[in-house]
């Protein structure tokens, strides 16, 4: 079955920078599209960042342009989420994000919490 796992999140200072990761197993990951949303507290879960699963594409929500990176590694199934200049705002849940066979797919999400 489908399983994606999210791993990176933690406590870091405003300016710092994080990675996360998303393993993800189940389906054939190269064909698909992946996906980063996050969920601050009391928001609505949003989309920030897309990767193709063919081409490799990327799209950015405006608010993390510039600052976030996402990037894929097929041969590991795994995508990940380079975050610079982090700042309180970014603090939130992030969850990767699969649509495979016409069905959404989370991972349990990972919580990254920006403050000094």
């Known amino acids: 079955q489908v399983q994606l796992v999210e791993s990176g999140g933690g406590l870091v200072q405003p300016g710092r920078s994080l990675r996360l990761s998303c393993a993800a197993s189940?389906?054939?990951?190269?064909?698909?599209?992946m996906n980063w949303y996050r969920q601050a507290p009391g928001q609505e879960r949003e989309l920030i960042a897309a990767i193709a699963g063919v081409g490799g594409s990327t799209k950015y929500t405006d608010s993390v342009k510039g600052r976030f990176t996402i990037s894929r590694d097929n041969a590991k199934n795994t995508m990940y989420l380079q975050m610079n200049s982090l700042k309180p705002e970014d603090t939130a849940v992030y969850y990767c994000?699969?649509?495979?066979?016409?069905?959404?797919?989370w991972g349990q999400g990972t919580r990254v919490t920006v403050s000094s």
């Open positions: 189940g389906f054939t990951f190269s064909s698909y599209d």
């Open positions: 994000n699969a649509r495979v066979l016409l069905r959404n797919y």
